[in-house]
């Protein structure tokens, strides 16, 4: 039976008629499809990767090419922790020593063996079967080296040819489900960013997902799709708009907090107070004194609060004691801030809310936990962290 599909798959005709019947479906169009059509396009899409190895498998100049993509694709999965319950490694299949079996009987002329080789080898590469996409991705940096011009153009049509039809029947389910996307993205706005860019996002995040679904997990394709387009957006969000990384439920919740508070500034007419936004949010938010206070009371930009005037046109109307001391005082904040200026954004808004420097008082780690939404132990870590590395670059210029 795994020697058959392994030929069904090698026939070009077969992949071709089996890609068409997906394609023209009246029920992917509509995007709706049963549970049956989603498995059967997922595992055709599957074996598209391995029609992309078969096709290697044949030519003797890819051999060697071929052994370099299994490593290739091997170290990905490796690296990444990539889980795949089909997936079977290279050494327990001894694929790496048939290749090289195979390329000893092609040199010394062994054409007999060679053959009988081959078809175990094709046998191996279906049992092998990583993702696609993993394949797709190694594949396509061969084509694009300088090793891809030694092949005949045969060959090359071939491998191009499986190329495009991963990424017809990729772009296919991609275009299904793109309405995913939109539901998705309308619940992180009021966040900071324009809602044109979270849709974006989110279709990067739906493409990882049908490159990476695998349907033996048995749930559906939109459930896994909904949390890798929410990540995805998400990720987006920590990088653009956040000085440190909330967790995932606080940026759920921001963003109801903002929308309740530009609703309540619509009908008011005005900003709302602390008590009327309070009232509207529900008792079940987590982090509501924080979203509370940050939503009334914008949070302080490290970059602006501690600007001062320009103390010029006063210090010619002092004494000149008195301009000896505001100009000590002046340097002395030039030296701090240039001191703070070592340390990153994060480390420096502390150390500065920590001892006042700047501001009008002290705050607590407590205050400053809720200030930036991390825990007060955390915030005593980076606090350390930060007085640490100030006494060293002290001590190195001393």
Not at 10 to 18: A, G, L, M, P, R
Not at 33 to 49: I, N, P
Request: aromatic share 8%; glycine share 4%; proline share 2%.
């Amino acid at each position: 039976m795994l020697q058959q599909e392994v030929l069904e798959l090698h026939d070009q005709n077969y992949f071709s008629e089996k890609a068409s019947k997906l394609e023209n479906n009246s029920a992917l169009v509509k995007d709706k499809y049963s549970f049956s059509f989603e498995d059967q396009y997922f595992s055709v899409m599957r074996k598209s990767g391995l029609s992309m190895l078969l096709v290697m498998a044949d030519d003797p100049v890819l051999l060697d090419p071929l052994k370099n993509l299994v490593l290739n694709v091997e170290d990905q999965i490796n690296k990444y922790n990539i889980t795949d319950s089909q997936f079977l490694p290279a050494k327990e299949i001894d694929l790496l020593g048939l290749i090289d079996t195979l390329e000893t009987l092609w040199h010394v002329s062994d054409f007999r063996n060679f053959q009988i080789k081959n078809k175990r080898l094709k046998r191996r590469l279906s049992e092998w079967a990583p993702s696609s996409y993993l394949i797709e991705r190694a594949l396509k940096d061969f084509c694009n080296s300088n090793a891809a011009s030694h092949i005949n153009i045969e060959t090359k049509n071939k491998l191009d040819s499986s190329l495009s039809k991963y990424y017809v029947l990729r772009n296919r389910m991609v275009q299904a489900n793109i309405r995913l996307v939109y539901s998705v993205a309308n619940r992180f706005r009021h966040l900071g960013i324009a809602y044109e860019d979270l849709v974006q996002e989110g279709h990067l995040g739906l493409i990882k997902a049908v490159e990476r679904f695998d349907i033996s997990k048995g749930f559906r394709f939109s459930t896994y799709a909904h949390i890798v387009i929410s990540q995805s957006i998400h990720f987006a969000i920590d990088k653009q708009v956040s000085l440190v990384r909330m967790p995932f439920k606080a940026l759920r919740e921001k963003a109801t907090v903002e929308k309740t508070r530009q609703n309540l500034e619509q009908s008011l007419g005005r900003s709302p107070t602390i008590s009327e936004l309070k009232f509207h949010l529900s008792d079940d938010l987590e982090y509501k004194s924080t979203h509370i206070s940050n939503a009334i009371e914008p949070s302080a930009n490290s970059q602006t609060i501690y600007a001062s005037p320009d103390d010029s046109e006063l210090i010619e109307e002092m004494s000149p004691r008195d301009q000896d001391v505001k100009t000590s005082s002046l340097s002395h904040a030039d030296f701090i801030s240039s001191v703070l200026a070592s340390l990153d954004d994060r480390e420096s808004y502390i150390v500065r809310m920590r001892y006042g420097i700047g501001l009008s008082k002290e705050y607590t780690l407590e205050e400053i936990s809720q200030t930036i939404g991390l825990s007060r132990e955390r915030i005593r870590q980076l606090s350390h962290h930060a007085i640490g590395k100030l006494s060293r670059s002290f001590s190195h210029g001393l």
